[in-house]
């Protein structure tokens, strides 16, 4: 298993000519073997994780929406202002807050000292953007930056037809709705501890699912209701191992330690983590976290929400369903058994 220590990772500077947009990046995604805007379909990962830091005065990036990404950020240290559409709204040290596709937003540090956030999105296979202030568009790929002349769909095809009735497009499903910026932002401080626990008590910890508080449905795909990916907060006591050795068929795992000490168990070793640390579990990568310090074990888990997913538990020789939520033990048989 990999893991980087996030403070150890160098900051990248990157800034506008002026330096009206001006920030300090730390890739962990990419630091973890991801690619720079390459989701699975590419051989990257599913979500990618990157901390900024702003200095006052500046803003990360233009005024923009994308078109498919979804971006969700934690601030981590400092204040400022998030514009949101034709709002703006103040924010603090430990806020969340996301931003769906077709949402214009921008962050700005209106305090006195440095701003920093983790920045969570997604990598969809295309993307393209919109700039308000400057009347720009974008495409990811070929990464090009334009205003847009327009022109009928059969300018250049074919000669025009004086008098000819326009061209009209098929239809487009309509774009869904997007909440107001208040009810996507929340302090986790306000939320309370869901604490869980085996039968026996083997098992056992408490998290605040943030995604879930900022309206996400669980376990369902962008498009159905959910998120691309989910975000928790998650709280091991001493001597707490939050669930069985277990791997997942689709499913993408990342943790941020955010404070104590633990052990992750893979197949082959025992890695000890501590705060800063990060690492991920790809699908088929079995896993197990315990905490082996004496203080409580803080971390963020994040994870996309593939549409089927299914588990393997080799401690038991378990398998599990998500839907139906089945768990059982598998009996061979021949691929016609029971049809002929």
């Not at 051989?43 to 005065?57: A, C, E, K, T």
């Not at 803003?59 to 950020?73: D, G, K, M, T, V």
């Not at 009735?165 to 709705?177: L, Q």
Request: glycine share 10%; hydrophobic share 35%.
């Amino acid at each position: 298993m990999q893991t980087i220590h996030i403070p150890d990772l160098p900051w990248e500077e990157q800034h506008s000519p002026t330096r009206k947009f001006h920030s300090f990046c730390r890739n962990v995604s990419l630091a973890l073997g991801g690619l720079r805007n390459t989701g699975t379909w590419g051989g990257g990962h599913p979500f990618d994780l990157q901390i900024r830091r702003i200095p006052p005065g500046a803003a990360i990036c233009p005024f923009h929406s994308h078109f498919a990404q979804w971006e969700l950020f934690v601030v981590q240290a400092g204040n400022g202002t998030v514009r949101a559409s034709g709002e703006t709204h103040a924010i603090t040290t430990g806020e969340v807050f996301v931003h769906p596709p077709g949402e214009p937003h921008q962050l700005i540090n209106t305090g006195s000292i440095d701003l920093e956030v983790f920045i969570i999105a997604d990598n969809p296979d295309l993307d393209a953007f919109h700039y308000p202030d400057s009347h720009k568009w974008g495409l990811r790929p070929p990464g090009k930056y334009f205003r847009m002349a327009e022109v009928c769909y059969f300018d250049g095809e074919e000669a025009p037809v004086t008098g000819a009735p326009p061209y009209v497009p098929s239809g487009s499903p309509p774009s869904p709705e997007i909440a107001p910026f208040a009810r996507r932002r929340l302090h986790p401080d306000r939320l309370a501890w869901e604490e869980w626990h085996s039968p026996k008590g083997k098992f056992r910890g408490a998290s605040k699912e943030l995604s879930i508080a900022l309206g996400a449905k669980r376990n369902t795909p962008a498009g159905l209701g959910g998120h691309p990916f989910d975000l928790e907060l998650g709280k091991l006591g001493p001597g707490q191992c939050g669930c069985p050795f277990h791997r997942h068929a689709a499913q993408w795992e990342m943790f941020v330690i955010l404070g104590g000490t633990g052990t992750v168990r893979t197949t082959d070793a025992a890695t000890p983590v501590h705060a800063g640390d990060a690492f991920i579990h790809p699908p088929t990568t079995a896993h197990q976290f315990t905490n082996t310090g004496d203080t409580d074990l803080l971390f963020y888990l994040v994870a996309d929400n593939p549409p089927v997913d299914y588990w393997y538990y080799p401690d038991s020789n378990k398998w599990g369903l998500r839907a139906p939520r089945k768990f059982f033990r598998i009996d061979d048989v021949d691929y016609w058994d029971g049809e002929e």
